[in-house]
């Protein structure tokens, strides 16, 4: 009798499984202009009750970008996701429930495979994109919190350090292609040294000194072919 019951349950299963896999379709939501996928959506149920249980995101070049799931209920995040760089290394992936809507448990890895965590006690989320990707992480060791912020294809956007919430340090600022943007260092929160912006390019834009949060000295200022094209004395 309990052997016929369990075939008798273990065949139900199979057919809810299977009612619910019918019950799922997927739609693209959104192209590239060649008309490949850009957005997919894997919806549950059927016609204006239809909800969404999961999204893929691809780049230009056909590359998963991203993988996300959501709770059937609610349609609030639910498991894993996982983000991707265009050349396939993945870049993050964390886990989300209705605990944790920033996703817990973060792992994240630079383009060529190294681990962003290395040395840092724990990793958290604090800002999500607007492709709800992981945007700003605190990766913290003791009074010491490495700051970086990505870009929705995982490419960094800045990294520096604070101590007691202050800036501390080399802070650095990049462009969605890698190069560099703002190059400047801190002092207490203020700053203090070489401050430096660059073009898209690579070439300088203008660059000077502070003291204390404060321009001092001569700042230049340079064309796009990296010519001198003014100078401004901020005095001592």
């Avoid at 960094?156 to 604070?162: D, Q, V």
């Avoid at 190069?179 to 801190?186: D, G």
Wanted: aromatic content about 14%; hydrophobic content about 30%.
């Amino acid at each position: 009798m309990k052997t016929t019951t369990r075939l008798a349950l273990a065949v139900l299963s199979g057919i809810v499984i299977l009612t619910s896999c019918k019950n799922e379709e997927e739609k693209v939501v959104a192209t590239w202009p060649g008309g490949s996928p850009q957005i997919v959506y894997t919806l549950q149920g059927k016609d204006d009750k239809a909800v969404k249980v999961a999204e893929r995101r691809y780049y230009e070049n056909g590359q998963l970008q991203c993988e996300k799931h959501y709770d059937a209920k609610d349609s609030k995040p639910n498991g894993t996701w996982t983000f991707y760089y265009d050349n396939g290394h993945r870049f993050a992936e964390g886990r989300f429930d209705a605990n944790h809507p920033r996703g817990t448990e973060w792992k994240l890895t630079t383009r060529d495979g190294a681990d962003y965590g290395v040395g840092s006690d724990s990793v958290v989320v604090a800002e999500l994109g607007d492709a709800e990707n992981p945007a700003t992480i605190f990766f913290y060791r003791d009074s010491i919190v490495t700051v970086r912020q990505f870009y929705s294809t995982g490419a960094l956007r800045c990294e520096g350090k604070t101590i007691n919430g202050l800036r501390e340090g080399l802070w650095k600022f990049y462009f969605s292609n890698g190069s560099p943007q703002t190059e400047a260092s801190f002092v207490g929160g203020k700053e203090e040294g070489t401050y430096t912006v660059y073009r898209e390019n690579g070439i300088p834009y203008y660059r000077g000194e502070y003291k204390a949060g404060r321009r001092i000295g001569n700042w230049e200022l340079y064309d796009e072919n990296a010519n001198l094209v003014s100078t401004q004395d901020y005095g001592k």
